[in-house]
């Protein structure tokens, strides 16, 4: 039979149609983007440093790092010290030389080049804190509001973990030892997992499951804000005060009327155990700001989003990018730099809290996505 060359032409066209849709069906779903096969990558070395910090541990201290992942040990973190709250997992002061520098290993691929300055830096003004009594007079950033000396500022205060000196978990012990690892479920390439470090002034809570992660909630904070370090200052959240107090100074008159919130705000509002909980966007669109403004005001969100492997954080911003026109930027306190104030960064996907407690030298912040707190977007178990 002969055909005409345009039914000739449909007939080819629809046979290539059927063997393409023939190779899909073989081969399953399109290829994963670029993107997608960095952030898998990035994942499988991760699981890679956690399967070899196992592999030094002995059978009672594998059993010390695992928890199920649907566990309560998911939502188990505080920025309270040891002995106002108590932690389980891998404590940092058990383990051997080795075994510590295994925990830094993983931290180091786990998170990104500043994310890990910003854990060692809090961790070692913890080390500043035991060094210099625990906290006690101002410059250890001792508690607010005339609090009695010795007792730490962040123990028994509401909405932030349980506890006081001398509580459940013992006396209150400051320091680098005092850091704990957790896996909560099984580290894997595929399946859900959390790897789960913190201590006094620091949670770190990485949902990961394949090519996708999540950072939130993390918690973290610093006490003291600025120390000494072999003639070296260090300023742990230095970036994210000095950002957010050039962003507020940026602002012409109009607009920090609008940011700038009608009453006072003086501490975390969504802080640990406040799961679930919203709080009513206020203060400036991030649309009402110029470009120039904008790009400081994402630049400040870098500071949290930034913690976690670079690999994750840049579609993380890009999300966070997406919701320009509903991201709020809201101020309570001074606008001079180097007062005690607190901001809030706010929008679809994000909450990012910073609040001094009583002063510039002891300050706490949250980093949270309302959308996937734990990863409820993708980790199931």
């Known amino acids: 039979m002969h055909l005409s060359p345009r039914i000739a032409s449909i007939a080819c066209a629809a046979v290539f149609v059927a063997l393409v849709a023939t190779l899909v069906g073989q081969r399953g779903a399109a290829p994963p983007s670029a993107s997608s096969v960095v952030q898998t990558d990035a994942t499988k070395r ?151 470090f913190g201590g006094h002034h620091l949670a770190i809570n990485l949902t990961l499951a394949g090519s996708q992660a999540t950072m939130a909630p993390s918690l973290p904070a610093a006490q003291p804000a600025t120390y000494t370090v072999e003639g070296r200052t260090v300023r ?44 009513q966007p206020e203060g400036i669109r991030a649309s009402a700001l110029s470009a120039a403004q904008q790009t400081m005001l994402w630049d400040v969100v870098r500071e949290w989003t930034g913690i976690m492997s670079d690999a994750f954080a840049e579609p993380r911003m890009a999300e966070i990018r997406a919701n320009l026109r509903d991201t709020y ?24 809290e910073y609040a001094p407690q009583g002063g510039v030298d002891h300050i706490h912040t949250i980093y949270r996505d309302p959308t996937n707190d734990y990863g409820a977007k993708f980790a199931r178990p």
């Open 236 to 279: 742990p959240l230095g970036n994210e005060n000095d950002k957010a107090f050039a962003l507020i100074n940026a602002l012409d008159s109009a607009q920090r009327g609008q940011a700038i919130l009608s009453y006072r705000v003086a501490d975390l509002v969504l802080g640990p155990g406040q799961e679930g909980r919203t709080i």
């Open 329 to 352: 930027f809201a101020w309570s306190g001074p606008i001079t730099s180097g007062s005690a104030a607190y901001f809030r960064i706010q929008g679809p996907t994000l909450v990012i």
């Open 46 to 196: 991760i699981v890679a440093s956690a399967q070899a910090l196992l592999a030094t541990l002995d059978a009672a201290g594998r059993a010390k790092v695992q928890f199920p992942f649907d566990g309560p040990q998911k939502t188990k973190w505080s920025n309270l010290p040891s002995g106002a709250y108590q932690r389980e997992g891998l404590r940092m002061g058990d383990l051997t030389a080795g075994q510590r520098e295994a925990v830094m290993a993983l931290l180091s691929v786990a998170l990104s080049r500043d994310g890990l300055r910003k854990v060692t830096e809090i961790m070692r003004g913890d080390e500043v804190l035991r060094e210099t009594g625990g906290g006690r007079g101002p410059r250890a950033g001792g508690p607010p509001g005339g609090g009695r000396a010795g007792t730490p500022a962040d123990a028994g205060r509401g909405g932030r973990g349980a506890g006081r000196p001398g509580g459940p978990g013992g006396p209150v012990v400051f320091g680098q030892d005092e850091y704990y690892l957790a896996f909560v479920g099984t580290p894997s390439v595929t399946t859900p997992w959390m790897l789960q």
